[in-house]
Every structure is written in C-alpha cells, then in structure tokens.
C-alpha cells in the first residue's frame, strides 16, 4: 500500500534488464545490472482467473499445505484459515498479539519445509511494539492455537505505513522475511536497522550461515516489499513500493544495496542495485509474488491487475498485464504445489477499494 501520496503518471514504462554475472549466491556490485526498456502490454489470460472463495475480510498472505489447500491470513480480523482446492473455507485459528492499526496486522505467512513432521507455521504479524515474526504449531486436526507462540524474529520497526510482511522459505530451507522502514526513509541503508531491509535466518531466528554482513540482513535499501519468491534456479524476486514515480521488481543478491531513499526506480548510479522490472506507480503498487509456468506473477493493488512477466535467461521479458480491472486491488500470489496455477486473494476491504458484495475473494489462474 502506498504511504505517501503518488503523481499520476500518464505513460506507463516498464524496465527490462539483463544480470550480467550476477547469481543468487554472488553479491551485487556496482552497475551489475543494465536495463533496458520495453512498453508493456495488455492481454487475457488464457482461461482467466476464476473466483473461487468470497467474503473474506482482508486477505493478505497465502501459503500452501502439503495436500494442496492453503492457509490465509485476515490482516485486520488476524484470522488463519485453510481453503481447499474448492474454495471451502474453514478458519483454523486466530493469532494472539495483533495490533491491526494502518497498514499493520497479521501479514504473511509461511508453511514449514518439514511441516509433515514438525507441523510448523510462521507468520509475520504487527504488534503493539514491533513488527514480528512467530512460529505457531497446527494440531494434528489442522487448528492452530495462535496464542501458543515462539518468537523468530523480534522488534522489527513498525508504522503505520510500510510494515513489509512478506515471509517465504528458501530452497536452502532458511527463512525469508521482508521488512518495511515504517515511513522513516533513512534507516533503510543503516544495516544495523532491521526497517527497509530482506532477513535471511534459520528457523529460530538466528542469522543463517553466510549471510554477507554477519548478521540477518540479506539486503537492503528497500522501502516496502511484500511479495518475495524463488525460481527454479533458487534465485530470490521481490517486489517493491516505490514513492512518487516507480514501483519495482528486483533480483536479490546476498548484500545488495536497493537504493531507497537515494534511488527510486532504475537510477544506474555506482552502489545501487536497479530493479529489472519498474513500472508508474498508477499501474501497479506490487505487492504479491509469484512464480511458475516460466513466467513472474505479480499482484498490483492501485494497478487493480496482475502483471505477467516472463523470465528470460538472465533477465526478464515484457510484462503483460492480466485481468485489469476485473477484481479491483489484488494483494496476495501464491503458486499451487503442482505449479499448475497461482492463487490470488483480493483487497478490496481494507479502505482503499471499493468493494462489492462478494468481496473479499481468492482467484485461480491456470499458467503453463
């Protein structure tokens, strides 16, 4: 969601890059990265995305069980629930401690790499004094006691804008956890900070082995991620707000340095890691992400679609954007384990949408 207010931007520009050299296990130096520009496109999805769960109150994370249903968190209701490949809802539990003021409230969430056996689930979540993350155990009927907690990651900067909340386990089974810099700009390129930043720490919350400074940051200078995934190759894709002029998708390297508040947008300044993708921040305000079938898919809120971007090599093809303004705000993506389709919920409920009686919804998109 967006803090500060945006100019309208009349032209939308799309930033196609090439890495040269760089891989998720290489650090990002100076001008890694040169992009080059392409106009986006507009075109139907092949089958469309379908509804198929309504009435949520909103749905902000999603994240996959083993037998193919999902949890999803409610932010402001701070509510799990589990839907099954047919829609069927059923809420597994309410976490404990959320403080769902602004932005905040019960964001993303996590399902455990061993969650057969552990049975483990995290999630991130505002609380009265910070940001956080937690682990949380479900039962072997799936409920989850949300007061029953064990803390990750702790005293993550909060605000009333730009909380972050995207969590997501790596192929290295370590855990992802984006921050936001709660409106405070500056803290997002002090490595000391946790605000602006990608955590990367082991199930405990401890800094995970080889991360660049020695500490749980991963990377930095970002503003407000929301939507984290790995592709095939293991390498990390975030999305990312921009202010005024232009939101991002970025390629994570280990102690990349994004650029907010210096940068916004591609800025192919010494230092700064550019986004390989950038749009105006009227068509897209990216939050969810996710990847299969080849291609990134991106939930935009303001852009009221979702962005297809097409990995290409090193880089990315052009975006394509989907569904435009069939469904309003879109917030969470996830992609389903057989990786035939991505799930979407809607935020049409959280004051900034104009929602209609069936809102809020999850979507399917057939890819591949």
Same mark, same amino acid.
């Given at each position: 969601?967006?803090?500060?207010? /945006? ?13 040269? =050299?760089? !891989?998720?296990?290489?650090? #990002?130096? $100076? ?5 080059? /520009? ?24 999603? %994240? ?28 597994? =539990?309410?976490? %404990? ?28 979540? &505002?609380?009265?004094?910070? +940001?956080?993350?937690?682990?949380? &155990? ?18 993550? $900067? ?26 405070? *700009? ?32 991963? !990377?930095?200078?970002?503003? +407000? ?18 202010? +005024? ?7 994570? #390297?280990? @102690? ?10 591609? =800025? ?12 105006? &921040? ?10 299969? @079938? ?10 009221? *679609? ?5 990995? %290409? ?17 879109? /917030? ?15 935020? +049409?409920?959280?004051? /900034?949408? !104009? $929602? ?13």
């Amino acid at each position: 969601m967006l803090g500060a207010p /945006r100019r309208q931007l009349a032209v939308a520009v799309l930033a196609v890059g090439l890495l040269a =050299g760089c !891989s998720a296990g290489t650090p #990002t130096g $100076p001008g890694a990265t040169t992009p080059a /520009r392409a106009t986006p496109q507009s075109a139907p999805a092949p089958g469309g995305p379908r509804v198929i769960t309504t009435g949520l109150e909103v749905p902000w994370g999603l %994240a996959f069980l083993p037998d193919g249903s999902a949890l999803v968190t409610e932010r402001k209701a701070a509510r799990i629930s589990r839907v099954a490949p047919d829609g069927k809802v059923t809420p597994v =539990g309410t976490v %404990a401690g959320v403080s769902p003021q602004g932005e905040g409230g019960l964001m993303g969430i996590a399902v455990s790499p061993g969650y057969a056996t552990d049975r483990a689930v995290y999630v991130s979540f &505002t609380g009265a004094d910070d +940001n956080r993350v937690v682990r949380l &155990t479900a039962a072997a009927d799936g409920t989850i006691d949300g007061a029953r907690q064990q803390p990750v990651v702790t005293g993550i $900067p909060k605000g009333s804008i730009h909380n972050g909340g995207a969590v997501a386990f790596g192929p290295d089974g370590f855990l992802y956890v984006a921050t936001g810099e709660a409106g405070r *700009r500056d803290p997002a390129q002090d490595r000391a900070d946790l605000g602006g930043k990608i955590l990367r720490v082991t199930t405990d919350g401890a800094p995970a082995p080889g991360n660049p400074f020695g500490t749980a940051v991963y !990377s930095y200078g970002h503003r +407000n991620v929301q939507g984290l995934a790995f592709d095939p190759q293991g390498r990390l894709w975030a999305t990312e707000f921009g202010q +005024n002029t232009y939101d991002e998708v970025n390629l994570i #390297t280990p @102690g990349g340095n994004y650029g907010w508040p210096v940068v916004e947008g591609i =800025g192919k300044r010494a230092g700064y890691t550019d986004p390989l993708v950038q749009w105006t &921040t009227d068509e897209a305000s990216p939050s969810g992400l996710a990847i299969a @079938g080849g291609s990134l898919y991106v939930a935009a809120l303001r852009g009221a *679609r979702i962005w297809e971007v097409p990995l %290409a090599g090193a880089g990315v093809g052009t975006p394509q954007a989907l569904a435009q303004g069939e469904f309003g705000r879109i /917030r969470g993506a996830a992609t389903a384990p057989d990786g035939r389709s991505v799930w979407f919920t809607t935020s +049409n409920r959280d004051g /900034r949408g !104009s $929602p209609t009686g069936d809102d809020d919804r999850i979507l399917v998109l057939p890819v591949g």
